[in-house]
Structure formats: structure tokens, C-alpha cells
């Protein structure tokens, strides 16, 4: 692995400011990340539910982090396709978190699968599976 | 059509007041709707390209005001899935302009198709596909 | 479970005669199927590789007999949407394995998450999402 | 354009003989394929209704073919991503007609969009986006 937890928090913090404190990393193996979304007012839509493009957000970042960890900071990687299934509506006001698998990281593409969960619920809320291109380096 | 552009618009800033003047409806026929997300510096990320998730965003929420400007306001359509293709770099800090297609308007499952560019340009920086699931009402 | 191995076998022989015999169930449980494509003359190309529909296939009747063992055998469920990553060639003229898992069975749709191995690999050769509408009944 | 209708074909009888007289090249542009699947009783369930896997290789072959006559017969040109939606019946023992667009056609990525049809019918019976690696030669 060629980055740690504390590494990957750093770097979230360094290059994307915007949205770095949002996020939470809470386990990062060779195989699997673990990452929290910290819901606020931003995240969220009346009624209290989680918007689809902070679920969409939380996959993303979790993929990005899982392969970063594995190729280092310098990699460009960047997302070419995601296919999403929102299956549950998420509980209301709730941390979300996604587990994040590497099914493979090829020379120039990687593909992951993500389960995303309100916190401390055994039913995923959504399931994810993007592609990152990485390029030359 | 049950709502027309005057009428989506109304609806967006009552029920989605956080992210209404993010949007704006430029065209809404049956089958065709256009949409332009406004780009600001919370769709940003480092280098002024437009984040993943504002682009999700954008498909998302013109297939919704494509469907509901067919069904009505009064419908709970709720996406179910999405497959994106991120295609191209977005042009530095333009607008991004969304052409969304509607392909099936079913009882319970409505079909979207868009495609993403950045305002005044012919190649598409991204592509999505959208399923809305429409309770009985 | 509504239906066991046996059953399931029996069930694709009399509704899919031209590829029942294609197919074997390995496992089936609340949750998990495994599920066997035996690799003969029409699912190669050349070079002995298992084609692209081949796989679809595998991952279409894998969560086709998963819902079908929870539901049971009169509901007429079909595919709405897959989504599928082909990852890795598989291993020549080798049998597939599907594993699938049932991520949500909800009152009108399914969803299930695939891998597919060549048998004894560890590597997947692709991963697939398959959505189910559920008519009622 | 690198190859023309009679090139493809010729291509496509050459290099997949299992399954070339299955389709017709009507129409190739360069940013439109139109692929006719000749349906025979294999790619037929009961009911006379078209199989899922046969509508997939249709979406395939198409997104393949319209590649290939952009790059040349010699690139090695595999499928990494298809989402498909499933959204109508196909008539029973019609033809189906694939319509596909090339979105991108990129160094190592191409990204295409498929509507099939059932022939003579105006709404489309599925629609596919598929993604081909196009490895450097």
C-alpha cells in the first residue's frame, strides 16, 4: 500500500479543500477502503434523505481513495463510468458509509464496487461500481 | 404536458429550495428537456473543472423535470439507477447545458437519456442514462 | 426459500428448454447463488475465449434463479437493467461461475450484484448488476 | 472511414464465423451504425420474445463494428462496459435494428450509445451504452 489512512486524509485536505472535511477515512486495506460521508444541511433533502448526488459523491471518493492507495498521490486517475442503483431511501440525518472493493487495478483502468450504508444498518441504501482510468505515469 | 417551463421552475424552488437557482430550464418538450446547470464555485474542483458530482446532479434532475412535466407534480419519482460516462474535461468554468431524452414512460419505471456538454460546445463531456420509479398515485 | 436446487433445475428445464441444459445450480440460499455456465462450442470465439453475451447470459439467469427461489415460480419477472464490467479474459474453454447475491427484494424490483470466475480462479473475470422488475401477483 | 460496409462484413465472417450471417450492416457512418440481428429461432424464448443475451450481442456487435470502422481491422478492440435497459416487449420473431452512435473515440477509450428496435417499430425496445478499450498498435 503507498498511502495510509493519515496519508489519504492529508491529501484530501491538500487537493480538494472543498470537500476534504466531509469525509471520514475509516479503514483502507489492499482490497477495501471504508469511508464515512459526515451528512450536513448540504447533504441533505426535505424530509431529511441523503441527495443522490452526495451518495454519487461518497462512491466516488471512496473508489478514488481505494486506488490512490494503491498507485500513490501522483496518479491522475480519473472516473469514466459509474452505474449506481439506489435501492433504500437513507435514514433521515444519518452518516453514511460505503465499502469500497477493488476488483481489479489493471494498467490503465481499475474497477471497484461500493455498498453504501446509513450508519450502523445492516441494508445497503445503494450500490455503486466505477471505472477509473489511470493514465501513464 | 402537465407543467410547463414556468411551472418545473416554480416547482424546483418550493421543493428544492437548497439547489434551485443551480438550475435553470431552457426548454421542456414531451420528449426533449434542456437544462442548464449554473456554474459556481461549489461545482468546482482544483483547475476549474466541474466536479462528478454536479454533473450526476444535472443529469439527475433533468431527467426528474422531464418526467414530471409529463406526470405532474404530484408524483414521488424516485431515481432507482444510473450509468454515466464521464467522456471529456469539461471547459474551465462554463456552464454545463443537459439534453435529456425521454425513452420510456412506463407505469411504474420511467427511462431517460442525456447527454452532458459544456455550454456552446458540440462534443459531450459526459453521457447518462437514468431510471425513475414512479409510485401509483 | 420458495424453491430449492431441484426445483430450480426442474423450473429451467420446462421454461427455457433451448439453454436448461447450459446451466447448474451449485448453491442457493436466502441471499447467495452460485451458479455454473458449462462452456461448450457456441458460447467461444476465437482463441477460446467465452463471449460477451455468454457472460451476460450467466449473470441474467444467476439473479433470474435467485429472485425465482424467494418469489417463486409463478412471477413473471424480467430484466430492467444490467449494468456489466468485463474485467479479465477468461481462462480458455474453462466453465463459468457466477456468484450473485440478492441486494434488495422490494414489492416491484430486484437487485442483485454478480461476479464471475472462471472455475478455480480467483480473479473475476466481470462483475455485473442486474435490476428485476416484479410484476405484481 | 476505414472500412466500409462490405469490408465489415467481410470482417466480421472472417473473424467471428459462429456468428456473422446473424447480422446485417445497413448503414455505417462515421458517427451511425445500423446492424440488423436476423432473428432465428436461437436468440428466441417462449413466447416468441427475444433473449436478453441476444439483445446484448446486437448492442455489442454494433457498438464493435462502428469502432472498427473508424480505427481499422487490426485493433484488438474489447468490451470493458455495457449498461443496458430493457424497457419493451420485442414484437415476436421480428428483426431487430440497432442504431448506434460513437460519442467518444478516444486514444485508448471509445464510448458509444445503442437504441434497438424492433424493425418497423418507432419505440425502441432497449437502449445500451457500451465502452471498448482500444489497446495502443
Known amino acids: ?15 480538494f479543500p472543498q470537500v476534504a472535511d466531509d469525509f471520514e477515512v475509516i479503514t483502507m486495506t489492499n482490497s477495501l477502503a471504508k469511508i464515512k460521508l459526515k451528512i450536513s444541511e448540504k447533504h441533505l433533502r426535505p424530509g431529511g434523505t441523503v441527495s443522490g448526488p452526495s451518495m454519487f459523491g461518497l462512491a466516488d471518493v471512496s ?20 452505474s449506481i442503483d439506489f ?6 440525518e444519518c452518516d453514511l458509509i460505503a465499502e469500497c472493493r477493488l476488483l ?11 455498498l453504501l450504508y446509513s450508519e450502523g444498518d445492516v441494508a445497503p441504501v445503494a450500490r455503486a461500481s466505477l471505472t477509473y482510468s489511470l493514465p501513464p505515469f
Chains 1, 2, 3, 4 share one sequence.
Do not use: E, H, W
Open 1 to 15: 500500500m503507498k498511502m495510509d489512512v493519515p496519508a489519504l486524509q492529508d491529501f484530501l485536505t491538500r487537493v
Open 63 to 82: 473508489a478514488y481513495l481505494l486506488i490512490l492507495a494503491q498507485v500513490g498521490p501522483k496518479a491522475l486517475a480519473v472516473t469514466t463510468n459509474c
Open 87 to 92: 435501492m433504500r431511501k437513507p435514514v433521515s
Open 104 to 114: 481489479k487495478l489493471g494498467k490503465s483502468l481499475a474497477v471497484t464496487d461500493c
